[in-house]
């Protein structure tokens, strides 16, 4: 049995992770981890990893896993990454994956966290390099939107957000209006930014940050 993405995104128990834990961070006053943003990783993870010509099962356990990376959250923000691989394994097992896929996925969620993360295999990168770059003002919960908030003001000055992989290159670009600044970005994402280049190395290219047609690293990163 072949356990499929689209499997994944039909299971009850999985999607009332999902939902549960973007309600705890909703909670906790973060921006949206829910469907919006873990469909987001996993389309992007997957599309990194087909540009790199990787093959057709390796790609579908890197959209598996950018749908499954935050579910620890349910458990607490802090080592979410660690609490979701442990939740995850024996899920994956009963679903019908092999154990060497289950631990494929687990390794790729509990290495994705800043704190605590690393790319280990080609889909932990494609999946760090996805969900750091996601930043967007979608992403921000107008219900508690405050333009004192670091976050909540730079995601909501995102109007655009384009990855491209060419030439052995990665490259995030993003248009901002000037309800922030490039600066302030930098001081929430540049961990995030440093970790998408490892996760570029790790698959061979190296990676480009552009904000408003703007490069802010080097190129040979």
Same mark, same amino acid.
Request: proline share 3%.
């Given at each position: 049995?072949?356990?499929?993405?689209?499997?994944?995104?039909?299971?009850?128990?999985?999607?009332?992770?999902?939902?549960?834990?973007?309600?705890?961070?909703?909670?906790?006053?973060?921006?949206?981890?829910?469907?919006?943003?873990?469909?987001?990783?996993?389309?992007?993870?997957?599309?990194?990893?087909?540009?790199?010509?990787?093959?057709?099962?390796?790609?579908?356990?890197?959209?598996?896993?950018?749908?499954?990376? %935050? #579910?620890?959250?349910? =458990? &607490?923000?802090?080592?979410?990454?660690?609490?979701?691989? $442990?939740?995850?394994?024996? /899920?994956?097992?009963?679903?019908?994956?092999?154990?060497?896929?289950?631990?494929?996925?687990?390794?790729?969620?509990?290495?994705?966290?800043?704190?605590?993360?690393?790319?280990?295999?080609?889909?932990?990168?494609?999946?760090?390099?996805?969900?750091?770059?996601?930043?967007?003002?979608?992403?921000?919960?107008?219900?508690?939107?405050?333009?004192? %908030? #670091?976050?909540?003001? =730079? &995601?909501?000055?995102?109007?655009?957000?384009?990855?491209? $992989?060419?030439?052995?290159? /990665?490259?995030?670009?993003?248009?901002?209006?000037?309800?922030?600044?490039?600066?302030?970005?930098?001081?929430?994402?540049?961990?995030?930014?440093?970790?998408?280049?490892?996760?570029?190395?790790?698959?061979?290219?190296?990676?480009?940050?552009?904000?408003?047609?703007?490069?802010?690293?080097?190129?040979?990163?």
């Amino acid at each position: 049995m072949t356990v499929t993405f689209e499997d994944i995104i039909r299971n009850e128990k999985i999607s009332k992770m999902v939902n549960q834990s973007n309600k705890v961070l909703e909670m906790i006053g973060y921006t949206d981890h829910g469907p919006r943003h873990v469909g987001y990783v996993s389309r992007i993870a997957g599309e990194i990893l087909s540009r790199l010509s990787k093959p057709e099962r390796r790609i579908e356990l890197a959209r598996i896993a950018g749908w499954v990376h %935050d #579910i620890g959250n349910m =458990v &607490n923000r802090k080592y979410h990454g660690l609490n979701g691989a $442990v939740l995850l394994f024996p /899920i994956l097992c009963d679903i019908g994956f092999s154990v060497d896929e289950a631990c494929e996925i687990c390794s790729a969620v509990g290495s994705h966290e800043e704190e605590t993360g690393a790319p280990i295999s080609d889909i932990s990168a494609a999946l760090i390099i996805a969900d750091k770059v996601d930043a967007h003002r979608a992403r921000v919960r107008m219900k508690q939107y405050s333009p004192n %908030d #670091i976050h909540d003001r =730079v &995601n909501y000055a995102i109007q655009s957000t384009k990855l491209t $992989v060419s030439g052995g290159n /990665i490259t995030i670009d993003y248009t901002m209006n000037d309800n922030a600044s490039p600066m302030e970005f930098l001081s929430i994402y540049m961990t995030r930014m440093q970790m998408c280049e490892k996760s570029a190395r790790f698959l061979g290219c190296s990676f480009t940050l552009r904000i408003n047609g703007v490069k802010l690293n080097r190129w040979d990163t």
